[in-house]
């Protein structure tokens, strides 16, 4: 499912108005083949008919929770997204884009280093969410509770405001120590500003 302006990251449980013929395909596919299905960001939003030169490879393996048609021929969707995954190649593209892919490992040795890393983006999380009034407190206490880095940083990076290449830069990064490492420094830039 070709996205626009939205980056789906694992642990996120999106709302997705879905209108164009070719993605109301890919989901009713998956909703007939166990509800699973990638989930990969376009890198124009303005083009309407992408082909597989127009889609980020690196992206999003997600689950349909729910499923609804609305009176105007458009479907909302809930979709939590489950792991990353890269594309290895497109397969079908004519009715529906049908791609065979390669879920991302992640791998994560417990350091010092890492512990510390995470308390530091926790606290800077914190102070993140007392500057942007936009995000909700609970938020920040959901958070506080995740110990697991690549957990965090996806469940962080959701929340931020920033540009679709920053997330899908994090989304494309596989080690979860160095996708809190640049998380940090995008938050602390935020805060700059």
């Keep these: 499912l070709p996205l626009r302006d939205i980056i789906v990251f694992p642990h996120m449980v999106v709302p997705l108005f879905v209108g164009r013929e070719k993605s109301i395909a890919s989901l009713e596919e998956a909703m007939a083949n166990g509800k699973d299905l990638l989930l990969a960001?376009?890198?124009?939003?303005?083009?309407?008919?992408p082909k597989p030169d127009d889609i980020f490879t690196v992206g999003t393996i997600g689950s349909i929770i729910q499923l609804l048609r609305l009176p105007d021929g458009t479907v909302k969707v809930l979709i939590e997204g489950k792991r990353r995954a890269r594309i290895r190649k497109f397969l079908?593209?004519?009715?529906?884009?049908?791609v065979e892919v390669e879920e991302i490992v992640e791998k994560v040795d417990k350091t010092v280093e890492l512990e510390a890393l995470?308390?530091?983006v926790h606290q800077t999380f914190e102070?993140?969410?007392?500057?942007?009034?936009?995000?909700?407190?609970?938020?920040?206490?959901?958070?506080?509770?995740?110990?697991d880095p690549a957990k965090l940083a996806?469940?962080?990076?959701?929340?931020?405001?920033?540009?679709?290449?920053?997330?899908?830069?994090?989304?494309?990064?596989?080690?979860?120590?160095?996708?809190?490492e640049k998380l940090l420094e995008l938050m602390q830039a935020e805060i700059e500003i």
């Design 154 to 180: 996806d469940s962080i990076v959701a929340h931020l405001s920033l540009k679709l290449t920053d997330k899908q830069q994090i989304l494309e990064t596989e080690n979860p120590t160095t996708r809190l």
């Design 127 to 147: 102070g993140y969410v007392k500057l942007n009034k936009r995000i909700q407190p609970e938020m920040q206490v959901a958070v506080a509770s995740i110990d």
């Design 41 to 49: 960001a376009q890198k124009m939003a303005k083009t309407n008919d």
């Design 92 to 98: 079908e593209v004519n009715d529906l884009f049908r």
């Design 118 to 120: 995470v308390r530091q």
